[in-house]
């Protein structure tokens, strides 16, 4: 998986009262190995754009396409399910299941045998900064910082090299909050990884590699 081209993407949808033209002719590149930041006001047309990036949505007019392959003519579930992933605000941990448990289900999904889940699963908790005693422990046990480094493991158990990030440090201190960037830094630069973080936030756009920013659903590289 080596880039996202976004050419000329306009998307509407419909409230009870109006229509909502959240983008407008976009066109953007995104490419592997490097941190994207997507900033703008609230109503900017951010997330609209994410979740068009995540195949949620196919483009009114326009194309998105995946390495060269429209989004159109791809299996979105099994893009999102092997190749993309989405870290959001909210952490969306299942409460019912541990920490490890957490981070194996992505796996489960593609049918890892349940030996190689553990240990995966293992691995990437301890890349993220989260300690073997922790692993059995559940989600409200732990602090949001934490709660957000699992998610990123999740992300990484679905065993794609795209992450979208929607607002992921909006719900953390500044500690944790440079926490995440970090550890989203690291897999776009060191594990060749693309990730594209939306962010209202100043300081988390500055540590990106390129900073895109959205206004009445145009966007412009900054």
Known sequence: MGSIIVDNVSYSYRTRYQTVHA??????????????????????G???????????????EGEIKVDDVDMREINRN???????????????????????????LPMELNHANKTERKAKAAELLEKVGIPKEAHRK???????????????????????????????T????????????GILLRLARED?????????????????DIEYRMKDGTITEM
């Open 192 to 208: 060749d990884y693309l990730v594209i973080v939306v962010t209202h936030n100043a300081d988390i756009a500055e540590q990106a």
């Open 78 to 104: 099994d893009f999102r399910k092997s190749s993309a992933s989405v870290v959001y605000q909210a952490f969306h941990l299942l409460p019912l299941l541990t920490l490890a448990e957490n981070v194996m």
């Open 138 to 168: 559940y989600p409200k046990m732990m602090s949001g910082g934490e709660q957000q480094r699992v998610a990123v493991a999740r992300c990484l158990a679905a065993g794609g090299k795209i992450i979208l990030a929607d607002e992921p």
């Open 46 to 60: 951010k997330s609209t754009l994410l979740s068009l990036l995540a195949g949620l949505d196919l483009p009114d």
């Open 170 to 181: 909006g719900n953390l201190d500044t500690e944790n909050s440079n926490m995440i960037m």
């Open 23 to 44: 983008v407008r002719d976009a066109t953007c590149r995104f490419d592997q190995g490097k941190l994207y930041a997507i900033t703008g006001e609230s109503g900017s």
